[in-house]
Every structure is written in C-alpha cells, then in structure tokens.
C-alpha cells in the first residue's frame, strides 16, 4: 500500500507543473508530428535553430526503441555489429525521453544501455539527451515488479541480480536516480511523463526534481516522503 501511495505521489507532482505553467506561459503553435511517438518543438526552431526530439514509452523494447531513433535522426546503425551511435550532422538537436524505459517488454536492460550511451555520446558531440522519470521506473526502485518481463529478468542474470542492478548501489539503480528528472525543461517547453498538481507546480521545476530526486535516494520510510506526504 505504501508502495502505491508514493507512486501515486510521485504521478502527481508531474499534474499542477503542466498546468501552472499552461497559465502562464505564451502559447507555442503546435508541430506536426514526425512519428506517432516522436514530435518537433516550435520552440526549438526560435533558439539558435536547435532541434528538439521527444520519444515517449520504450517498454523494454530496443528493436522499436532504435528504429524510432533512426527516423527521427538522431543515430546511426553499423551494418556490422548492429552498434548503435550518436549521429545528428545538423542542426545540433536535444533528445527528450518521457520515461518508462522499463517493463512489459524483454529487453529493459537493452533499453536502459541504449539510452546511457546515447546520453554520453551526445554530451561529447554538441547535442543532448535529457530523460523524464517514469511511473515504470519508480516501481521498479520500490520493488514493484508486476509487469516486469519473465525474459527481462532472464537479461538481467535473474531476479537477485536484477534487484541489485537497480538498487541504489547498481549502476542503473544510480542512474536512474542521479540522471533522470520528474519534469524537463528544453526551449520554454515543459515535459514530464504525466503531470503534476498545481500546489506542486507552484515549487518550481528545481524543488520538484530535488525532492523527487530525494525521495528515490531515501525510499518510503525516508523523511522526505514523510514530509512531502503531509504537506500534501
């Protein structure tokens, strides 16, 4: 239950930030759609021409998760080997992930290096890759793991193995709480993977990640949750 709960709280802070800022923010003409999970800013193309790419859900698929990529430009594929590069020629271009890396499909693991590679690979080459904290992400940090592929579990070397990975000492457990935030911000556009309530917006886009950030190093029984569960 109290796994829920956070969970819940944590869905919630990402609501009023959309909101809050959907009332004060100018209006940004919508773009067309480049794939039916992949958009272009408008507010990209005010700032230095800089491209701005959104990737929703990858649910632990990497094939898909790729070929997204590919059309929407931002890497290549080596024919031998099938490894996978950064590789945006022009303009330099910022990619956003939504979050839910992880779960339903087989390849988490996949996904999770895909992403971390990328992230490093843009920093060195002019771009960028900002990831958003997915509900999927927080249950998997709080051991909820109902929709967690038998055959993920499997990738991972077996569920101990798994749990240690994406614990506080693992290097995705690290990762994911070190590097991914509840609410992005590229070019005045506010991203996250579902919303927050208004009386959380009102935070501001740095407390909120700071105490999400804080509750994911802690857990349920630290103070933060406590704290924040209170006052909300």
Not at 145 to 166: N, P, S
Not at 168 to 179: E, F, N, P, S
Not at 217 to 227: L, N, S, V
């Amino acid at each position: 239950m109290r796994v829920q709960t956070l969970v819940l709280v944590l869905a919630l802070l990402v609501v009023g930030l959309v909101f809050f800022y959907a009332r004060v923010a100018p209006p940004v003409a919508a773009g067309p759609l480049r794939v039916h999970t992949v958009a272009r800013f408008a507010g990209a193309a005010a700032a230095a021409a800089r491209r701005v790419v959104v990737v929703g859900d990858l649910h632990g698929d990497v094939v898909n998760a790729v070929a997204v990529l590919r059309m929407a430009g931002v890497v290549a594929v080596e024919e031998q080997g099938q490894q996978v590069h950064w590789h945006v020629t022009e303009p330099p271009t910022t990619l956003v992930q939504l979050g839910d890396l992880l779960d339903r499909g087989p390849d988490s693991r996949d996904v999770l290096d895909l992403i971390m590679s990328l992230q490093e690979e843009a920093s060195r080459e002019g771009g960028e890759v900002l990831v958003a904290l997915g509900n999927h992400e927080v249950m998997n940090l709080l051991g909820t793991l109902r929709y967690v592929h038998k055959d993920d579990t499997k990738k991972f070397g077996g569920a101990k193995t798994r749990e240690f990975a994406l614990s506080a000492l693992g290097v995705y457990g690290a990762w994911i709480r070190d590097r991914m935030s509840a609410i992005v911000v590229v070019e005045g556009n506010v991203m996250a993977h579902a919303g927050v309530l208004p009386a959380v917006a009102r935070l501001g886009v740095p407390k909120v990640n700071n105490l999400v950030r804080k509750m994911l190093w802690e857990g349920e029984e630290g103070d933060t949750y406590r704290q924040f569960k209170c006052a909300f």
